[in-house]
């Protein structure tokens, strides 16, 4: 497959996904990459140091899907649940060799630096995996000291209070040297303002322009999606592997369909990144075990359009997998979500999405009932298909192969996935 697209683009455009989490402040991971790439540069570390601790802070927070979890680790200072986010991420982060290098300081970046230095502490640690771990620390805890003046733009006034907090914890919580190099970069305003959202998007852009050389393979953007998919996924006991199955029957029915072996692949890719949107769903809305109300299904609709604000972006994904995937609720007769299309501009690999996506949910096990057997998720997607809310060729080819069908949909329970 020749998708042209470039792993950092790629990684940088998935880590916006991580941002949503925050629900309402979306730029977290941004801003501590930000705030750890300045401090790079005023410790005179190289510029692929500073890159990698760029993306670092991008990524540090992988291990989060919950918004609930989100809240906790900004609203207070040291959270005694800190520590599963950071093996989360480790574990997700170690088993792709291009980033298996961030796993380390993944894990470690909510563990006191004395507790990491200390006889007895954790040190096993290489010093530079001790380094990169407890600089995002640092300018994670400052983030979250400074999260709640975002809101109402009173950061300038808050500085000199987040700076002696840090300065505080030198020799405790963090390392008194990256205190030492924070203290100095962060004296100007521009270290600030540099965090406003405005600022934010500029630098973003600005490293996208960057000219980037790494082109990804097939394997590598599917490793990288199926990462993405295990954090959605993770979101919620009702969602366990769901991405993961839609994936497959996805690919299962294109090969079925006569889809070429190119777009099967891309199709695949779609399947693990349909959801991705649903990140900014607050967790409450998500687990709700009755009917959701009017407002609530207003918010988790918006999730397709999210994914497709993400997808969209990445070079290579634009004109088939972003659409792909962000069309599974768009329906044949044209009254689906968020675009309202009509069924005649929805391509197969969309129409193919939308049935696998809807079939998945219907045979997976729920914490509150079994998945549907063979004779009732028949009859629901002949009724689907005669609504006009799903195609009847695809739905064809699903019910014909419905036993084999669900066993590729249901979810096969791999190691990473059991640790969430
Ligand atoms: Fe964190
Ligand atoms: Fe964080
Ligand atoms: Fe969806």
């Known amino acids: 497959m020749s998708l042209n697209a470039d792993l950092r683009h790629v990684i940088h455009a998935l880590s916006d996904a991580l ?64 520590q599963v986010h950071c093996q989360v991420g ?74 002696s907090t840090i300065a505080g914890h030198s020799g405790s919580y963090f390392d008194p040297d990256w205190v030492a190099v924070f203290l100095e970069a962060s004296r100007t305003e521009a270290f600030w303002l540099s965090l406003e959202p405005r600022a934010v998007q500029a630098c973003l852009l600005e490293r996208r322009d960057r000219s980037c050389t790494w082109p990804a393979s097939v394997v590598e953007l599917r490793q990288l999606a199926s990462i993405f ?21 996805a ?7 006569q889809v070429s072996p190119e777009n099967c692949d891309k199709l695949e890719i779609a399947g693990l990144l349909h959801d991705l949107g649903k990140l900014r769903v607050p967790d409450e809305i998500l687990d709700k075990p009755s009917a959701l109300d009017e407002r609530e299904r207003r918010i988790i609709n918006t999730h397709s359009f999210e994914t497709f604000q993400i997808l969209r972006n990445i070079d290579g994904f634009e004109a088939e997998i972003a659409p792909w995937a962000a069309w599974h609720h768009e329906e044949p007769g044209g009254n689906g979500y968020p675009f309202h299309l009509e069924g005649s501009v929805l391509p197969l690999e969309a129409r193919i999405l939308r049935v696998a996506d809807i079939f998945q949910a219907m045979v997976q096990e ?55």
């Open 19 to 82: 941002d949503l989490v925050g629900v309402d402040d979306v730029a977290h991971g941004k801003r501590v990459g930000i705030m750890a790439a300045a401090c790079a540069r005023v410790a005179g570390l190289p510029d692929d140091e500073a890159d990698f601790l760029f993306d670092l802070g991008l990524l540090h927070d992988i291990g989060v899907s919950s918004t609930r979890t989100h809240t906790h680790l900004v609203q207070l200072f040291d959270w005694e649940g800190s």
């Open 90 to 163: 480790e574990a997700l982060l170690a088993g792709f060799p291009p980033l298996a290098a961030m796993a380390q300081p993944v894990r470690y970046h909510h563990t006191r630096w004395e507790d990491l230095r200390s006889p007895g502490g954790a040190q096993h640690v290489a010093p530079q995996v001790a380094r990169q771990a407890n600089l995002i620390f640092l300018v994670d805890r400052v983030d979250a000291l400074s999260a709640p003046h975002h809101a109402d733009n009173t950061l300038l006034d808050a500085t000199a209070d987040i700076r």
């Open 229 to 249: 998919a295990r954090i959605v996924d993770a979101k919620s006991p009702f969602t366990a592997e769901h991405s993961l199955g839609v994936s497959r029957l």
């Open 251 to 257: 690919r299962y029915l294109a090969e079925r369909l």
């Open 366 to 420: 729920r914490p509150y009932r079994q998945g549907l057997g063979v004779a009732q998720v028949s009859g629901f997607i002949e009724a689907l298909v005669r609504q006009g809310r799903i195609e009847g060729r695809v739905a064809g080819v699903l019910l014909d192969n419905v036993v084999e069908a669900m066993s590729v949909a249901r979810p096969v329970f791999q190691d990473v996935a059991r640790i969430f």
